[in-house]
């Protein structure tokens, strides 16, 4: 029974690094680079719940909703006005170095209004824990609404860029800027909206992983934002679904790994997977192989 | 008046000036050939008509309109499609959500419907493979697909960009009839090629380049008949 508990929990993890990775993937298909401030909006988000609850007194929902449209915002300000002037920049390191400067900036000006100590975040999920086979198995509140939101969000992202305007246009953009140009697609406008879902999305990871791990400071979003990308490059950058993948796979091999083999190793059980994977298949799980039709 | 009309340009690439003053103009219904070797500058002048490059000097009008710092997105809702070099057709989507891609910025559905079942009409291969991946086309395939597309939204002229490269010598006469039928349809054509000989049998009028210049210049029909391009550019 221990083995299916362990199973459930390495997936509603993998859950939350799907849909952070989901972030990093989308805007590498897009704008090619690589956003190393993805996982600090993470905490971002956090942090606007726990103050719109426990300042505020907003309802949780309400406070949920808050940090989406922060997030949001927040997304859409970085890529205009960190990493749009550099995305015609002779070499794409500019932009990777900026990320990582966007990033030590949020981190630091967490760091500045809400102090290093580590805050205690109350779940915002008011679904009970379910208890099946007889009470041998147990799946908490937060494991039920973590996976149904992974479902949820992975269903109406595919839907979103199969069957809508702007989603058809992301795929364009991905693919070729210019030619996407020639059809009247904004491209300045898509890379944007990539951002503004990813944040949203970012701040619906944050939620759903303090809520399960609830304790909240300024570097909380650094190690899962690191992991997801793990996960992102794993499933295939650039692939929605290799984003799922990738994730779902990452998750249950960190809680079997703390569970089965060793908890301070885990980690590196983690990132040595990912190398062989690499080593095995360099694009990935589902990555393509460009080729190139003379 | 011109339909287009560019006024003395110049286009760099950083230090290098790659288009050193060129003028020309292209009428309402006209077959206008740009020609020269590989270097002379043709890419680089339909990317700065179709605002993908912006010059240095210069103008290019359209319909009376300056469109010189128009940005390349908001070109074709003014009527001008761009077939670029390389056809640069989108390999992931199928053949319709390409086509779908070319109404972009098209709102009216039956419109959009009524364009999409002329374009499976002069192009019966691609309702064949309208739900097959574009990527998975053949060359002179994903060149009609380029041009359907193209053609989606409704332009009043169309650049073509090298449209025969790397095709059969069928395939080219094939496109090539193609292209006189989007003529006779009433659309303006600007034709960029290498393949002078062809370009100059369906244009009526042409620009020969050479290094960023314009050297040549007037009836298609009297060019193919000149010395120096016989020499230079259809290998007589």
Redesign the interface.
Known sequence: MSFISYLINGISLGSVYAIIALGYTMVYGIAKMLNFAHGDVIMIGAYVVMTAIAGAGMPPLLAVLLAVIFCTVLGVVIESVAYRPLLNAASSLAVLITAIGVSYLLQNVALLIFGANTKSFSSVVPVPALALAGGALTISGETIVTIASCIVIMIGLTLFIKKSKAGQAMLAVSEDKGAAQLMGINVNGTIALTFAIGSALAAVAGVLLCSAYPSLTPYTGAMPGIKAFVAAVFGGIGSIPGALIGGILLGVIEIFGKAYISSQMADAIVFGVLIIVLIVKPTGILGKNIQEKV | MAMLEIKDIEVYYGMIQAIKGISFEVNEGEVIALIGANGAGKTTILHTI???LSPKKGSVIFEGKDITKV???????LGM??V?EGR??????TVY?NL???A??RKDKDEIAGTLEMVYKRFPRLKERKNQLA?TLS?GE?QMLAMG?ALM?HPKIIVMDEPSM?LSPILVNEIFDIIQEVSAGGTTVLLVEQNAKKALSIADRAYVLETGKIVLDGDAKELMNDDSIKKAYLGE
Do not use: C, D, N, W
């Open positions: 179709t605002g993908l940005p390349a997105h908001k070109i074709v809702s499609a761009h670029p640069r057709v989108f390999a992931e989507l959500e779908r891609m070319g972009y910025t990527g060359g994903q597309r939204s790397g």
